[in-house]
């Protein structure tokens, strides 16, 4: 097996319209190393929620290869955890349950988990809360919390703190990364948002429209935890606008980071 | 404290009816000396005083309209002979045979159909179809097919039951929100862990709104399956005492019907209240 936990080559995805082929996503090459953190940035329409679901094995009609460990992706998993920009929990669902889904609560291993990961997501108190009690931020991290109690290889977000204020997102960075740190689960992180991309990438995958292709992957190499203010990740910020402007697309959110 | 919190975020007051009533007292006048919860009673009670002294003084005649006194004299009469008792117990058997008989059918038809697309294109058009014949009129045909005996009773009430439970389930079902079955299936549920813990619990407020709706069908038509003639029962006993001009009697078994009625309503309404607060728009 080799060190690459996920291998995309000569990746391609049409869609059918009435206004004929939509070509979403082109020529896709991309390697994503055991237990590496990349975001993945474009404008809107270039393709990069198409490429997540290829990954979680929710869209199985694309042309090339899409590996996971060595083996084809044909199908969603357990072994592919995904948090999409809405939470998606089940309103029917006290906090805990959510988290356990179809495990059983009444299972030790299971119950010792949960509270782990209740303790790590840092909603103890709310377990036995329902999900129109939850704030944005923390239906989010329960969504966070479901997908990790299946010890997933790979944890694909597709814009996961998209919905949330400036502040919430900030702190939902810090308690991702230190998931990341702590399980050194493989991250695919979809995002609008440059100063996300840039402060929790390790690579980041700059993706253009039209159609959808990587334009660019710039390694951010710096260490973690990362300051925001820094002249370094100043420098790196600038160098991936740069890329976008060498494209002809420059509608990218740059205000909403911190 | 970590409970504290808990408590103090899911126990948010219902501060809408604070304001209500507060708005009620500023703009009642007199009506704040009487007892809130009377308000909604005062015209009834003032129609059965109308009603009583309209009778008292000979103004309508007890054939026509019984007073409301005496209407109470019999209700009690007739409780204690035990007499309502008996008609009672045989019109909720059928009632309630024919609507779980029905319903069940209805739940089980519309499972089917909501999760098969296959069934859906052969079977649910004849349904639809069936459905705008007014059910009522189907009862001379239920009665030359299978007589006016228990099981052509039960029949026609289980139809009545059968369609509002069917097509609510139906719709319930075809309302599951897709993006929480993509979760499913990254989640790895199986087809039963998703038709029971998906599906199921998605529809459970359309299929208690045709179970509601199911129960009040059924009352109706056990209604009319029991004056079309049958020897117990409620609509037998009104039926009875309207040959022999006992208007009272015929006001008592309306008076039941309205009761059971509403009883029947009320715990639907219990059940919903505790399999379904967990909905963002359910205010009990
Ligand atoms: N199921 C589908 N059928 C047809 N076209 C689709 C489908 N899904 C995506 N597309 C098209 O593929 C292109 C890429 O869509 P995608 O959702 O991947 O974009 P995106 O990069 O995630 O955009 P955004 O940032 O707005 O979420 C778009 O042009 C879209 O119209
Ligand atoms: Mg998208």
Known sequence: ?258 | MAQLIHQEVRGEPDTSTVKTSLKYRKELGWLNRVPFWLHGLLVPIVLLIIWQIAGDTGLVTKEQLPTPLAIMKRFIELGASGELYHHLGVSALRALSGFMLGSVIGLLVGMFIGIGKIIERTLDPSLQMLRTVPLLALIPLFILWFGIGEFSKVLMISLGAFFPVYLNTFLGIRSVDTKLYDVTRILGYSRWQQLTKLILPSALPNILLGLRLAMSTSWLVLVFAELMGTSAGIGYMIEDARTYSNTDIVFVGIILFALVGSLSDIAVHALEKRWLSWQDTFKG
């Open chain 1, 1 to 258: 097996m080799s060190e690459h936990s996920l291998v995309i080559e000569h990746l391609n995805r049409t869609f059918a319209s009435p206004a004929g082929p939509v070509h979403a996503l082109s020529n896709i090459q991309l390697k994503v190393k055991q237990g590496e953190f990349v975001t993945l940035i474009g404008p809107s329409g270039c393709g990069k929620s198409t490429l997540l679901k290829i990954v979680g094995g929710l869209d199985t009609g694309y042309e090339g290869k899409a590996e996971l460990n060595g083996r084809p992706i044909t199908g969603p998993g357990i072994e592919k955890g995904v948090i999409f920009q809405e939470p998606r929990l089940f309103p029917w669902l006290t906090v805990e349950k959510n988290i356990a889904a179809n495990l059983s609560l009444k299972n030790p291993a299971v119950r010792r988990r949960v509270d782990e990961l209740i303790e790590l997501v840092r909603l103890k108190g709310f377990e036995k809360a329902y999900p129109r009690e939850l704030s944005g931020g923390m239906a989010q991290r329960v969504a966070i919390a479901r997908a990790l109690l299946r010890s997933p290889d790979v944890l694909l977000l597709d814009e996961p703190f998209g919905a949330l204020d400036a502040f919430t997102r900030a702190h939902m960075q810090e308690v991702l990364l230190d998931i990341w740190q702590n399980n050194k689960t493989t991250m695919l992180f979809v995002t609008h948002d440059l100063d996300e991309a840039v402060f929790l990438g390790e690579k980041v995958v700059i993706m253009n429209p039209r159609p959808g292709h990587i334009r660019e992957i710039l390694p951010i190499d710096l260490p973690f935890p990362r300051s925001r203010t820094g002249a370094s990740f100043q420098e790196l910020r600038r160098l991936v606008l740069q890329a976008f402007e060498k494209g002809e697309e420059p509608a990218l959110d740059l205000g909403a980071g911190i």
